[in-house]
């Protein structure tokens, strides 16, 4: 089987280099991987090489995508589509995988036009939260790319629902249903191979630890004021913040500075560079919950990687990981930009410590979220659409 797959992130995050890479040594797949950067991006040319053990798989790098691009939608498209096909040969090719809709689902869809290749899109935040509002009036050239589309992956099922509320039509709510599939991304192994557990209690003073880049929709400046609002209720709360200087992320210096400037007069906050996962995997360990408020949020594997050391969780209402589980199992949906509702899901959960410590340490993670599991699940779907095209 050879696969094609568009990813026009590729580089940005591991999540799309971990899922080849294991459709590569645990499914056997030859893959070619085109990934059409845009100009702010070039410089992840050559960035997570794979060591691929089939034959015949690549990564291409397409760096003709300009500026003026991110204004000119179908003359991007036709962009990468071109550069796609002086890359790539499509004689073998068998299966196309889009790893987003609007763009990498709009080259599949030209493709499987004149191809007559199954393809495969899956949804992300970006689709819902940028092209579908900035491009508005594309919205029924995005039908027809879901139309076209053999399956569609979630990787949230707050994701299909929102774009379930987006289609009028109730034929075409009921053809994406039928055609959709819930797959998250995985996390290291090295976070389940290691799984913790905590105590019925919380320590003296409870901690609270935040794991992200430094940037506004990680919803860093608002958990800090959360704690300051715990602080006065009588929660001598503590906050370890990870991740400034993430890698393949682009720094917002002036954000940055005022994060220190707040953290600088609470001696209870602490802030700390980007780290590997073995650090992270320890720095977890030492922690009571785990808050995140980001918005937007795909997914967030980090809420994952939390679970797996026995962490409660804080994360966000109607975002990528809302509705993975029941309100209350894990920890509470907050609204983002609300300090005090922060605070009050972290009271919510320090009152039931003991109930929260319990269900997080009974949970499967290993069947949803190891990559050999979410490779499987892929071939299983590149199989099927094989089968039905012939």
């Known amino acids: 089987m050879n696969i094609l797959h568009i990813a026009n992130s590729y580089g940005g995050t591991e999540v799309y280099t971990r899922l080849i890479a294991e459709l590569d040594s645990s499914q056997g797949c030859r893959q070619q991987v085109f990934v059409p950067l845009n100009s702010r991006n070039h410089d992840r040319v050559g960035k997570r090489p794979i060591g691929f053990s089939v034959k015949g798989s690549t990564l291409h790098y397409s760096t003709r995508l300009k500026w003026w691009h991110s204004f000119c939608y179908r003359q991007k498209i036709r962009a990468m589509t071109d550069a796609l096909l002086e890359s790539v040969g499509m004689s073998d090719v068998d299966v196309i995988h889009a790893h987003m809709l609007c763009t990498d689902g709009a080259v599949a869809y030209e493709l499987s036009k004149r191809h007559g290749i199954p393809y495969l899109v899956a949804v992300q935040n970006t689709d819902l939260h940028t092209y579908y509002k900035t491009f508005w009036w594309e919205r029924p050239y995005f039908s027809k790319i879901l139309e076209g589309a053999s399956k569609i992956v979630f990787v949230s099922p707050k994701y299909r629902q929102k774009l379930l509320d987006r289609c009028p039509d109730e034929n075409v709510r009921q053809e994406i249903l039928a055609k959709s599939s819930l797959i998250p991304f995985g996390i290291s192994d090295l976070f389940l191979s290691h799984r913790g557990s905590h105590a019925p209690s919380f320590s003296t003073p409870p901690r609270l630890v ?46 940055i500075s005022r994060i220190e400037d707040m953290a600088a007069q609470r001696p209870w906050v602490q802030l700390k560079d980007f780290m590997p996962h073995d650090m992270l995997r320890e720095e977890l360990r030492a922690a009571d919950i785990f808050v995140m408020p980001s918005s937007p949020e795909s997914f967030g594997l980090v809420y994952v990687e939390a679970l797996s050391q026995g962490l409660p969780i804080i994360y966000t209402h109607g975002e990528g990981f ?33 109930g929260f410590s319990k269900r997080v340490g009974a949970l499967d993670l290993e069947r949803d979220f190891s990559w050999p599991n979410v490779a499987e699940k892929y071939k299983r779907i590149y199989d099927g659409m094989l089968s039905g095209a012939k």
């Open 210 to 255: 935040f794991v992200g880049a430094f940037y506004p929709g990680k919803g860093l400046r608002e958990t800090i004021e959360a704690t300051d609002i715990l602080r006065n209720r009588g929660r001598s709360v503590e906050l370890a913040a990870i991740g400034r200087g993430l890698p393949h992320r682009v720094n917002d210096k002036e954000y």
């Open 322 to 354: 809302d509705g993975y589980y029941e309100n209350g199992k894990v920890g509470w949906p907050v609204n983002p930009r609300n300090p005090a509702d922060v605070a009050d899901k972290i009271e919510m959960v320090l009152k039931d410590y003991s």
